[in-house]
Each structure stands twice: as C-alpha cells, then as structure tokens.
C-alpha cells in the first residue's frame, strides 16, 4: 500500500501525559499537512511541512504541540501535557508540489481520547 | 474571514439523485474540492473544480460552481447505498493545501 499511514490508529491517554503520533507520506510528497477534526466538524489546518521546512503553523497549535519532519519523509506530531479538549482524530496528509492543481492525499488518522 | 458552510443531513432514496450544496466566503478561491469520509477512515478526494470553470463532471458526479454567489454543488446521479457517508466541501485559497473546509453533509441512502 502507498498511500499515507498513520501510527498509532487510536490512542487513549491520562489527561496531562505526553503522546506522539507517526506520519509516513506516500514516498515522493515533499509537502506534509496535519489536520485536525473534531466530532461533527470537518478537518482544521495545523501546520504545514515542505520537505524538513515547517512553513506555516496554525493559531490552532498551542505551545504544547510540537510537529517535526527531521529528513523530509516522517513526520511526528507531539502533545505535550494533554487536555481534554486535545481529544480528536489527527490526520495527517501530503502531496507533490506542483505547478497546477495540487491533490491532498489523506491517511485514516490517529484518533486521540483524553480521559 | 475564511468559512464554508453545509448542510448537515440529506436523505434519498437508493437510485434517485443527490445534491449536497456548499456556501464559501472567499472570493479567492482557486480550486473547490469534494471529499467523501466514510466511519472510521480519512478523507477521500472525489473531485475538484478550478475557480475559472462552472461545471465539471465526472462519471456519476456532477460539480456545479456559481462564483458570483460563491456557491457550490455536488449531484450524485444514481445514488447507491456505498455512497452513503459524509461530504465535504473544502476552498484553497493559497499555494499550497491549507484547505478550508465545512462541517460536512450527512448523505444516507435508503431502500
């Protein structure tokens, strides 16, 4: 399968301990997103990676959340001290930059509870 | 500001057609998209418009773009029980794929 893939699938935690998911873009997307939806919601843009760079970060991401791409393939989102309100699935996507139209392939997500 | 806005449910009968609408505030908008989600999956790019077009189809889907009244179709001819999931609508505004989108539209196929 070459699609994007996402680790862990589900995740439950305590409120206040660290969790960190695993992205893994089709091979040769140099763009990576992360997103996040909420129940009865669509997705809302977190942050932005082309190759290792991260570009652009939404307001949406606190201090406690950290995203990294450290050689430009992987990336791994990291919520630090989590809150109940971190609850939700956390989709990751890439796609190959291009001139015209760009397609946003998306992975089935982490999804996240904060008991 | 940025914002899409869907209705949330829509209910048709198995064979007869289906048409989720979607309402986007910016007028920048270059491309317009339509994602599938079924339970317990991500999001699967069904088709997209580009700013400059009014119409684009594509099989058993139907794209209607109204850019004066920044409005927004999707026609499923043929409506099937797999296509029962929830769709939404997403605006790009910028270079890259900072999408966008709305709370998703609820599609269930009934007998």
């Known amino acids: 399968d070459t699609g994007v893939s996402q680790d862990p699938r589900h995740k439950i935690t305590k409120r206040g301990q660290n969790v960190t998911f695993r992205c893994d873009p089709i091979?040769?997307?140099?763009?990576l997103y992360w997103y996040r939806q909420t129940l009865g919601q669509g997705p809302e843009f977190l942050t932005y990676?082309?190759?290792?760079?991260?570009?652009?970060k939404s307001r949406l991401l606190s201090d406690r959340f950290s995203a990294e791409r450290p050689k430009g393939s992987f990336s791994t989102l990291e919520i630090q001290r989590t809150e109940q309100g971190d609850s939700a699935m956390y989709l990751c996507?890439?796609?190959?930059?291009?001139?015209?139209?760009?397609?946003?392939?998306f992975g089935s997500g982490t999804q996240l509870s904060v008991l | 500001g940025e914002d899409v806005e869907q209705s949330l449910f829509l209910s048709v009968r198995e064979g007869d057609s289906s048409v989720i609408n979607c309402t986007y505030t910016?007028?920048?908008?270059?491309?317009l998209y339509w994602y599938k989600q079924e339970p317990g999956a991500g999001l699967q790019l069904l088709t997209y418009?580009?700013?400059?077009?009014d119409m684009k189809q594509d099989q058993r889907l139907t794209v209607l773009l109204n850019k004066k009244d920044k409005h927004l179709s999707l026609r499923i001819a043929d409506t099937q029980t797999g296509d029962s999931a929830i769709y939404f609508c997403?605006?790009?505004?910028?270079?890259?794929?900072?999408?966008?989108f709305g709370a998703g539209t609820r599609l269930a196929v009934h007998p």
């Open positions: 996507a890439s796609s190959l930059q291009s001139g015209t139209n760009e397609k946003l392939f």
């Open positions: 091979s040769e997307h140099n763009r």
């Open positions: 990676f082309q190759n290792e760079a991260q570009l652009e």
């Open positions: 910016d007028s920048s908008s270059t491309y």
């Open positions: 418009i580009f700013s400059n077009m």
């Open positions: 997403a605006e790009k505004t910028g270079g890259y794929n900072k999408l966008i």
